[in-house]
C-alpha cells in the first residue's frame, strides 16, 4: 500500500468519523464522507474495495497504529509483561472513547457470521501487535497461543468498555484486569502441558 493510498484513506476516514454515529455504518455515508474531502466514489471504491470491510480493517489498523505512537516513550523493559499488555489494551480503548459509538456499530458488523473470519484476523493482528511492543519474539506454538489468548482479552474488554457507564470505565478496567490475569495463568497451563508433550 503506497503513502499516497494511506493519506486518501485517512482523510476519508476522519471524515467518516464524524458522520457515522449520526448517519449509521453504511458505504453511502462512507462515499459521502469522500467527496467532502474531495474525493469522487471511484477513488474510495479504490482505497477500499472490499467496501465497508476494506474501511473498517483500516479504521482499526489506524487505531493500532495511533496506539504504538502513544506507547513509543514507554519502555516496556521497565514493566513486568502482565503491565505491559494491559497498558497497551487500555490505551487502544482510551484512544477509541471518542468514536465509541462507530466501535459499537463495527462490532454489530462483524458480528455477522460471513464477516467473523476477519474480524477474527483483524483482531490477531492487534493482538500481534501488542504481543511485539511487549518484546515477545516467540516463534513456535507459544507465539499463537498468546496472541489467540490476547485476543478474546480485547474482544471481551471492548464490549465491558461498551457497557460500562461507571466513572473512568472503572468496572472495565477491573475487567481486564481479570481476564489478564485468567489468560497468563492459563498460558502457563498450556505451556507445561505443551512443553510435556514435546518432551
Known amino acids: 500500500m503506497t503513502k499516497a493510498t494511506q493519506n486518501i484513506q485517512e482523510k476519508i476516514l476522519q471524515e467518516a468519523l464524524k458522520d457515522i454515529p449520526f448517519d449509521g455504518l453504511n458505504w ?19 482505497v477500499f474495495p472490499d467496501k465497508i470491510s476494506g474501511f ?17 516513550n514507554t519502555n516496556p523493559d521497565a514493566m513486568k509483561v502482565r503491565e505491559r499488555v494491559r497498558l497497551a489494551v487500555w490505551t487502544r480503548l482510551e484512544l477509541l472513547e471518542p ?30 501487535k501488542i504481543w511485539k511492543w511487549a518484546g515477545d519474539t516467540a516463534k513456535d506454538y507459544n507465539k499463537y497461543t498468546k496472541r489467540g489468548l490476547l485476543s478474546g482479552v480485547i474482544t471481551t474488554t471492548t464490549l465491558a468498555w461498551l457497557n460500562d457507564k461507571s466513572p473512568d470505565h472503572q468496572k472495565a478496567s477491573n475487567f481486564l484486569d481479570r481476564r489478564i490475569d485468567n489468560v ?16
Open 28 to 46: 453511502d455515508v462512507i462515499v459521502r464522507a469522500s467527496e467532502k474531502v474531495g474525493y469522487d466514489s471511484d477513488v474510495v471504491g479504490s
Open 99 to 128: 468514536y465509541k459509538e462507530v466501535v459499537r456499530l463495527s462490532l454489530s458488523y462483524w458480528i455477522n457470521p460471513l464477516n467473523k473470519p476477519a474480524a477474527a484476523k483483524m483482531v490477531w493482528t492487534t493482538s500481534d
Open 184 to 199: 497468563l495463568a492459563v498460558g502457563k497451563v498450556a505451556g507445561k502441558i505443551l512443553g510435556k508433550k514435546k518432551a
Open 56 to 72: 473498517l480493517k483500516y479504521f482499526s489498523a489506524w487505531t493500532d497504529n495511533q496506539m504504538l505512537e502513544a506507547l513509543k
